[in-house]
Every structure is written in C-alpha cells, then in structure tokens.
C-alpha cells in the first residue's frame, strides 16, 4: 500500500452581510466569510490538503476566481469534485484531520454536524475526519474578528 500526507491552509475575510458557511453548513452570526465561491474556509483547506497529498496543485488551479462559473459556487461542489479527481487516480481517502481559527462564533455546537456533512460528500465514515476549533485569544486578525482561518493534514493511500 501506497500512503501520501497532504496539507492545506486557507483564510477569509469576515464581513457584514454574508453568509457564514463553514464545514458545508450555514452558521448564524453577524459576519460571514468574504470569497469568490460562498468562502467555505474548512472545505477550501481540505480540497487543498486532498490535491497536495494527489500531487494535483491546489483549489485555485482546477477552480479559478476569475471563472464565473464559480462565482457563489457550494464548496461542497468543490468538495466532490476534488474527491472524485484523485479517486479517478486510484487515491482513497485514510483520515482528515483539520483545526479552525476564528473568535466568534464558538463552532464546538457545530462540529458534529459539519462531520456529518462532509462524510457524506466524501463518501466517508465521519470517524474519518476529525474538525477542531480554536481562537487566537483576542491576538491577529482572527482574534479582532477580521478573518477566519482553517488548517487540514490528510491521509490518502492505494
């Protein structure tokens, strides 16, 4: 068997008067994620962390900003498409492993929800991916409420 790790990272603006999608699912708040598609930060860092461990570049090389077919695209679309791409090159998924930063709202209500949400697109056991959250303490953009940033390693084997 045949193992690769991938990473990936991702940051977005928050700003009144978006939605606020995070891990597939809307959250209610008074920001929400500023991006070309509908800023999904967690789906962004994990397609990006898929690709990389595939060797297939990033998010923005198959999905451009300047296409408009993307323009408020569902990051779950992405999310499929991404899984099934290094499916097609006889990659399966082992494990997901990601960690959110961002001050407010608090997201631990909303983990299991967002793990069941994106088992189902990936067509995995949601033990397979695990989603933490942390703040900054107050501390960088993520901390005065600026941004919200997201990590994700994963594990992919034939």
């Known amino acids: 068997m045949k193992i690769k790790v991938?990473?990936?990272?991702?940051?977005?603006?928050?700003?009144?008067?978006?939605?606020?999608?995070?891990?597939?699912?809307?959250l209610k708040h008074s920001k929400g994620a500023v991006g070309h598609s509908d800023a999904d930060v967690l789906i962004h860092v994990i397609?990006?962390?898929?690709?990389?461990?595939?060797?297939?570049?990033d998010i923005g090389y198959h999905f451009s900003d300047q296409d408009p077919k993307f323009k408020g695209i569902d990051s779950k679309i992405?999310?499929?498409d991404v899984v099934e791409m290094i499916r097609e090159k006889g990659w399966d998924i082992g494990n997901i492993d990601a960690t959110i930063c961002l001050q407010r709202p608090k997201v631990?209500?909303?983990?299991?929800?967002?793990?069941k949400c994106l088992a189902g697109v990936m067509q995995i056991d949601e033990e397979d991916v695990s989603i933490k959250a942390t703040t900054t303490?107050?501390?960088?953009?993520?901390?005065?409420?600026k941004g919200v940033a997201a990590y994700a390693v994963v594990l992919i084997n034939k």
Do not use: T
Not at 137 to 145: A, I, N, S, T, W
């Open 78 to 80: 992405l999310l499929r």
């Open 137 to 145: 303490e107050k501390l960088g953009f993520v901390g005065e409420e």
């Open 6 to 26: 991938g990473f990936g990272y991702d940051v977005h603006q928050l700003r009144e008067g978006y939605d606020f999608w995070l891990g597939g699912i809307s």
């Open 108 to 115: 631990n209500p909303y983990i299991p929800e967002m793990k």
């Open 47 to 57: 397609c990006d962390a898929l690709l990389g461990a595939a060797n297939m570049r």
